[in-house]
C-alpha cells in the first residue's frame, strides 16, 4: 500500500545520519485513509524485527496550548480514536498482552532532545498529544473538551504507533510540529495551511532531529 497524503511520500529509506544507522520512514499509513491499524502500525514492527532499538515519530499536530510553528516534545498522549492496535490475538513474539504505557514516550530521549535544543537555540516545548481519527477537523466543542482533558495539542496519527512501540519495548521519542490553531482558535482550517508551516519550519525540525541522533 501507499499513502494518499500530500506530503506523505510513502517511503521506507535505509542509511546512515549523525553517524546512526537509521530507517525512516517517508510518510506514514494513516486510519483514515481507509488502512487497518495492522497496516498503519506494520511499520513500526518491521523496525523492531529489523533491530532498531528506538524510534523518533513526528507528526503535524493542531495547537491547543500552543501556537503555529511551535515545536513541542509529547511527554503522554490520550487516546479519543476508540481503537487500539493491540486488540485481537496477542502477537507474544513482540510483547505482552497487557503492556505498561506509563512511560510509552522515553523520559531519557525526552531529556536528551531538551539538552540538543537548547545547545542550538531552537524553543522545544512540551506537552500532552490527543490522537483522533479524522479526516476531519476537530470541531470547537471538541477541542474545548480535548483541553479540559489536559491535551496541548491534537492530530490524526502517532498514538497507534507509540502503543505498538511501547509494546515491542521500544524506545520513543515523540515531537509534534504545530502547524495550525485548534478549531475554535481561528476562523478556517485547511491543509494548505498545515504543509505551509511545516515547510517554514522544516530547517530547526531537521537540525534539530539529527542532532538528537547524534546525541541517542
Known amino acids: 500500500g501507499r499513502s494518499t497524503v500530500v506530503g506523505h511520500a510513502g ?9 546512526r544507522k537509521v530507517l525512516a520512514l517517508q ?22 524485527v529489523l533491530g532498531c532499538e ?21 511527554s503522554d498522549h490520550i487516546n479519543m480514536t476508540g481503537q487500539n492496535p493491540l486488540m485481537g490475538e ?24 531538551h539538552e540538543v535544543a537548547k545547545k542550538l537555540g531552537i524553543k522545544l516545548d512540551e506537552g500532552v498529544y490527543i490522537g483522533v481519527t479524522g479526516p476531519t477537523y476537530e470541531t470547537p466543542a471538541e477541542i474545548r473538551a480535548y483541553k479540559t482533558l489536559g491535551a496541548d495539542a491534537v492530530g490524526m496519527s502517532t498514538v497507534p504507533e507509540v502503543i505498538v512501540a511501547a509494546h515491542s519495548g521500544l524506545k520513543v521519542l ?24 511545516t515547510e517554514r519550519v522544516k ?12 546525541e541517542l
Open 11 to 19: 517511503k521506507l529509506v535505509y542509511g546512515e545520519l549523525a553517524g
Open 27 to 48: 510518510g506514514r499509513f494513516h486510519f483514515y485513509e481507509g488502512n487497518p491499524l495492522e497496516v498503519v502500525t506494520f511499520p513500526v514492527r518491521v523496525m523492531k
Open 54 to 74: 528506538g524510534v523518533i515519530v513526528t507528526n503535524a499536530a493542531g495547537g491547543i496550548g500552543f501556537g503555529p510553528g511551535t515545536l513541542m516534545a509529547i
Open 90 to 113: 496477542n502477537l507474544d513474539e513482540f510483547g505482552p498482552r497487557f503492556p505498561d504505557m506509563s512511560k510509552a514516550y522515553t523520559p531519557e530521549y525526552r531529556a536528551t532532545a
Open 174 to 197: 515523540g515531537i509534534s510540529c504545530i502547524t495550525n490553531h485548534a478549531a475554535g482558535f481561528q476562523e478556517e482550517l485547511n491543509h494548505e495551511e498545515v504543509v505551509e508551516v
Open 203 to 214: 530547517g530547526d525540525f531537521k537540525g534539530l532531529l539529527k542532532a538528537i541522533l547524534a
